[in-house]
């Protein structure tokens, strides 16, 4: 069982469509990060969240925080090909970061 | 080559052997992991490093061994590979806290025949 759940495991959309990925959890955590990993390469980070209900932007990707901080929430703006990826989520828990399953994300054009 | 490092970046070995990957950064960061990933099962963490010579279990370390006598190495040894462990294996390292942003390598891709 995964500590921290993502949902959907896969999507495939279309160049210019809106998607929201999630993260959820029973557990709380100190602060939560997302990564995307592209294939054939190890994980970047795109942002860390850790004060319950924080909202924060990167150009297109609007990353969200929840008040309980027990999940978080990845939105993308008309998608484009280049946001292809597999995207993961980690929360802080004891001396160490888990990580979801992630969820592998196909733009076309 | 500043960064993080691992090699080989592919590996196809036999049940029993012993395998050992390596992970190299210059950084100098105090912490180093290594974790596993498999389609369905996210990153897994094996071991990780908070400093030279300091070393700790994660989530699934059976079957593999770390040391870490220089700050910018840390290497994995599977002693007697077995199929379960064919994975892509990624080293990542951090300079404080394992909370902070983690630095990952490009990963290796192992096969257990």
């Known amino acids: 069982t995964q500590l921290l759940e993502q949902s959907p495991q896969f999507l495939s959309i279309q160049e210019g469509e809106n998607l929201t990925v999630y993260c959820n959890s029973s557990s709380v955590f100190s602060s939560l990060q997302w990564y995307r990993q592209e294939p054939g390469e190890g994980p970047v980070l795109l942002v860390t969240?850790?004060?319950?209900?924080e909202v924060k932007k990167l150009k297109r990707l609007t990353f969200q925080f929840g008040d309980a901080r027990k999940d978080s929430s990845l939105h993308i703006t008309a998608a484009q090909p280049g946001d292809t990826g597999l995207y993961l989520c980690?929360?802080?828990?004891?001396?160490?970061?888990?990580f979801g399953a992630g969820t592998i994300l196909r733009v076309k054009s | 080559d500043a960064g993080i490092t691992q090699s080989p970046r592919y590996k196809i070995t036999e049940t029993g052997r012993q395998v050992t990957l390596m992970c190299h950064q210059t950084w100098s960061h105090s912490y180093m992991f290594w974790y596993r990933q498999d389609l369905g099962h996210g990153l897994r963490l094996i071991y990780y490093?908070?400093?030279?010579?300091?070393?700790d279990k994660g989530e699934v370390p059976d079957g593999y061994v770390v040391s870490r006598s220089k700050t910018e190495n840390f290497p994995l040894t599977l002693e007697s590979a077995t199929r379960s462990q064919t994975s892509v294996y990624f080293c990542?390292?951090?300079?404080?806290?394992?909370?902070?942003?983690?630095?990952f390598g490009p990963g290796t891709r192992l096969t257990v025949l």
């Open positions: 490093s908070a400093a030279a010579d300091i070393t």
């Open positions: 969240v850790v004060t319950g209900g």
């Open positions: 990542a390292s951090t300079p404080s806290g394992p909370y902070n942003e983690q630095f």
């Open positions: 980690a929360g802080a828990w004891g001396n160490k970061l888990v």
